[in-house]
């Protein structure tokens, strides 16, 4: 077995059984705090981009050959002619809300060849790629009820200033209830005037009431959904839940999906409250690794970063109230020993519960037990090629009643680099879709769910849905101009089985306390991510990305150094309604209900 090592391992390697004098990797710059980071996908290039910035000597490791974790680009094998690389693709489809703030800040701080705010600059607001109408969309929410239409570029503006007049809050949530959801209020006047009212309790619930009683309830119950219509069922309560975070209403809780719903709100109504802020989303132009992700790790190398891949964090040697060193393994089964000031487990948590759940560690820090509770689901992509681009349903695109829940986003006219500039020059257009539910029957040409299907059935359910809702308003949505498909890489099949290697923990009812913090009890192990206690509270890139923001500078803060405060940008929310929300808290000490609850 080969050591890993900056310098010899001090302590704990016996219950390890590792051996104690082998090769030495040294540290960077005498004196360096050491820090090693588990997981390069993005919580773990935040903590080391933070902490490099601030002198740390950081060492990154990663069970895959390539970086950026799920949000990783990567091409289709064998696919590259003509001296042009693979065909671009991607576990999902990269969707930038206008109310992410770290991620943008994050990107900023990335140099980007003639781009004077570096990678921020890869991001195209929809302003910029939409006509005068705005951003196009198209929706479905059954055959023959298709709709193409624009995300607004402008939409009208709140009046803060009257945001504290409950009367004037209702009216307002009442009128862009509609907007939102793309329903005629005089459609379903009663459901969509008590959708207005529940997002009225939630926006101006406090604190307290979010943690207490929110997150205990689902979003389902929340929103009294079973005795609601099946149109409001499917475009209210399941789009909001599994055509953003993969995750079931009846089991998401309302502080989950309520503070997605919350900052999309605050984000199309409100004036922009900074300069990283943008109405309603962005795109990146090009491929995530390319434009993104190769060159934030180009920047971290830089920086001295240094990444260790194919190698899987295996366990932790904890000894009292420290971690004395960790053991990682690479694919062939060979394991070494990594010894370090701090350590920072950044992997996802059906990877990380094993470890952090060992009973060394637990008896350190008993608290990490909740973590076994812990949910995940399947949100995978499905990238379809065509020949030439989509004319009328192009943006993004929704099936709203279909049982896998299909969303997807067309990349044609998002791209500054043509698409034809990959595999064989013929495809024009990727449309980039995510399959959120994998367990329920498909409905067009298979009544089998998802994860029962090969992968052809899989592509010819979503590819036959997708020209049965939308290709009677767009002929590009015809075989003729289908060139090919690729599904996400993590879903693989062996003998009748189908697996996903990377699924989406989704913060499910009753689990906010079961998360970890970022530090914990164990004075130098830290656990960051999109799943761990944050503002966000939604399994995202900026969740992620906050994860790993609140992790850096809780080792800041444990290493007692000097240095500038790792800042961390929590959603805009207006202050005007801070009143409301101290009444709440007043209310709820005493018993009572929000004010808007009936």
Not at 223 to 229: E, I, P, T, Y
Not at 325 to 337: C, L, M, P, Q, Y
Not at 372 to 381: A, H, S
């Amino acid at each position: 077995m080969r050591q890993f090592s900056r310098r010899s391992f001090i302590a704990g390697t016996a219950g390890l059984g590792l051996a104690a004098s082998m090769p030495t990797v040294r540290a960077r710059a005498s004196g360096a705090r050491r820090v090693a980071v588990f997981g390069g996908g993005m919580s773990g290039l935040v903590v080391a981009h933070e902490l490099a910035e601030r002198g740390f000597s950081v060492d990154v490791f990663d069970a895959r050959p390539v970086l950026g974790g799920k949000a990783r680009s990567f091409g289709v094998p064998g696919s590259a002619a003509g001296g042009r690389p693979e065909l671009p693709a991607e576990h999902g489809f990269r969707f930038f809300p206008g109310f992410y703030r770290n991620v943008p800040d994050s990107m900023r701080r990335v140099p980007f060849p003639g781009n004077p705010d570096g990678v921020l600059d890869n991001l195209r607001r929809i302003s910029a790629i939409g006509d005068q109408d705005g951003f196009g969309g198209a929706a479905s929410s059954g055959p023959g009820r298709s709709i193409a239409g624009f995300l607004p570029s402008d939409a009208p503006n709140a009046d803060p200033g009257r945001l504290d007049d409950p009367a004037y809050l209702r009216e307002l949530l009442k009128e862009s209830a509609a907007q939102f959801a793309v329903t005629p209020m005089d459609r379903l006047p009663g459901e969509m005037a008590d959708f207005a009212r529940c997002v009225a309790v939630y926006v101006t619930s406090s604190t307290q009431r979010r943690r207490a009683v929110w997150d205990n309830v689902s979003w389902w119950d929340f929103l009294h959904a079973a005795q609601k219509s099946t149109y409001f069922q499917q475009t209210i309560a399941n789009m909001t839940t599994m055509g953003l975070v993969a995750v079931k209403p009846q089991i998401c809780s309302v502080s989950s999906a309520g503070n997605i719903v919350e900052a999309f709100l605050w984000n199309v109504l409100l004036p922009l409250p900074g300069p990283d802020d943008a109405p309603v989303a962005r795109f990146l132009n090009g491929p995530t690794s390319q434009v993104w992700i190769d060159p934030w790790v180009s920047e971290l190398r830089r920086l001295g970063v240094r990444f260790h891949l194919n190698y899987r964090l295996d366990a932790l040697s904890v000894d009292g109230a420290r971690v004395r060193g960790a053991r990682v393994v690479d694919g062939s089964g060979t394991a070494r020993s990594v010894d370090a000031d701090y350590f920072v487990s950044a992997i996802p948590v059906d990877r990380a519960t094993g470890v952090l759940t060992a009973p060394a560690v637990l008896r350190a820090d008993p608290s990490l037990e909740g973590i076994r509770d812990l949910r995940t689901e399947w949100m995978n992509g499905l990238m379809i090629y065509l020949r030439q681009p989509l004319q009328v349903a192009r943006g993004v695109l929704g099936v709203l009643d279909h049982p896998w829940t299909l969303s997807a986003v067309s990349q044609a006219h998002l791209w500054s680099r043509g698409i034809s500039g990959y595999g064989n020059g013929q495809v024009n257009e990727i449309v980039s879709v995510d399959i959120s539910t994998w367990d329920r029957p498909g409905m067009t040409t298979t009544t089998k769910p998802a994860r029962e299907c090969t992968r052809e059935e899989i592509f010819t359910e979503v590819w036959a849905t997708l020209v049965q809702r939308f290709g009677p308003y767009d002929p590009s949505l015809a075989p003729a101009n289908l060139h090919s498909w690729f599904l996400d890489p993590a879903i693989t099949f062996d003998g009748g089985v189908v697996r996903n290697a990377e699924p989406l923990t989704v913060q499910t009812v009753g689990t906010w306390s079961k998360r970890p913090k970022g530090p914990t009890a164990i004075g130098n192990l830290f656990v960051a991510g999109d799943w761990i206690q944050t503002n966000a509270n939604v399994v995202s890139m900026e969740g992620a990305n906050e994860g790993g923001r609140i992790v850096a500078q809780a080792v800041l803060d444990a290493a007692g150094v000097a240095a500038e405060p790792v800042v961390r940008y929590d959603y805009y929310v207006p202050p005007q309604l801070d009143g409301l929300k101290a009444l709440d808290a007043q209310r709820l000490a005493a018993g009572q209900p929000n004010i808007f609850e009936s």
